[in-house]
């Protein structure tokens, strides 16, 4: 489902998905018409010249090494990447943390989160010319004052705040300095990532970094989809942010849509697909 058609014709962008899909080795909804023109285009698109940088923001309860499979995708079809460390403490440092990583970034980019990560890009990308392009993967995209803790409670279906458990992280005098929220062990893999398999998410489960309260509960700042075009990418068996908001904040950003039955790590179970809606991105915005 596409919210809002890009301005390239329907033919041209099958073509260059075709192309890309061809250079990846991923399954596409798009055929090319041919052989011959998939060649050509995708000759054409190896010549274009380098590539954006695609920058991969994680979310909380997880790391950067969720995006591990993406990452040898991208790299694979010539895309440089980085996937920071986020720092999961609340929206406005995190969201400064990952702009000043943009801020070393002398070309295009391709601004890529999931879950969290999504509110994190939505703010990073204020004021940086070059971010040519927003992809949410299962992620939040908020609008001026919204949370995430809010816009995953405003439509039925999340399972995370049953599978919480909330740990206070104290100063060296005792003061409580904030609180952490974790996903238990005993949930982990149910709510956050049903379609992988358990060991796995066990050592998922082990290895999380907690989303803070207050990181969580944050509002967001203005969002920077009003004025850089975005794709989503909406897991349907998503029981952290429920499929429905997810369309509901898709629809309201004008973002190009796919959908895919994933649990809430589809950039982890379904790499092809978020590597396909990457590339779909880049050949829209080159």
């Not at 596409?2 to 014709?9: A, E, G, I």
């Not at 041209?12 to 060649?39: D, E, Q």
């Not at 001026?144 to 409670?153: D, P, Q, R």
């Not at 003061?175 to 379609?195: H, L, S, W």
């Amino acid at each position: 489902m596409t919210v809002r058609p890009q301005s390239r014709t329907r033919s041209g962008f099958s073509l260059a998905v075709a192309a890309l899909t061809l250079t990846l080795g991923v399954s596409a909804t798009v055929t090319p018409a041919s052989a011959a023109t998939s060649a050509a285009t995708s000759a054409a698109v190896t010549s274009a010249g380098a590539k954006p940088t695609v920058v991969l923001v994680h979310g909380a309860f997880a790391d950067a090494s969720g995006f591990n499979e993406l990452i040898t995708r991208l790299q694979g079809a010539g895309f440089p990447v980085i996937a920071p460390a986020n720092p999961l403490r609340d929206v406005a440092g995190d969201a400064a943390y990952v702009s000043s990583v943009l801020d070393t970034i002398p070309g295009p980019i391709i601004l890529v989160g999931h879950s969290y990560g999504g509110i994190v890009i939505t703010n990073a990308a204020r004021g940086h010319d070059n971010v040519k392009a927003l992809v949410y993967l299962g992620a939040f995209a908020p609008d001026k004052g919204e949370s995430a803790l809010k816009l995953a409670g405003q439509f039925p279906g999340s399972e995370l705040g049953h599978a919480l458990l909330a740990r206070d992280y104290k100063l060296p005098d005792g003061t409580v300095a904030g609180t952490d929220g974790y996903i238990t062990a005993e949930k982990f893999r149910e709510v956050f990532a049903a379609d992988l398999p358990a060991y796995r998410t066990r050592a998922m489960a082990a290895t999380q970094r907690p989303g803070s309260a207050t990181g969580l509960s944050d509002g967001s700042g203005e969002p920077a989809w009003k004025n850089i075009p975005s794709w989503y990418l909406i897991p349907t068996q998503d029981k952290v942010i429920p499929p429905a908001a997810q369309r509901f904040m898709a629809k309201r950003a004008g973002s190009t849509v796919k959908e895919i039955r994933s649990s809430h790590v589809v950039m982890t179970s379904h790499p092809d697909a978020a590597a396909a809606v990457v590339l779909s991105a880049y050949a829209a915005t080159r």
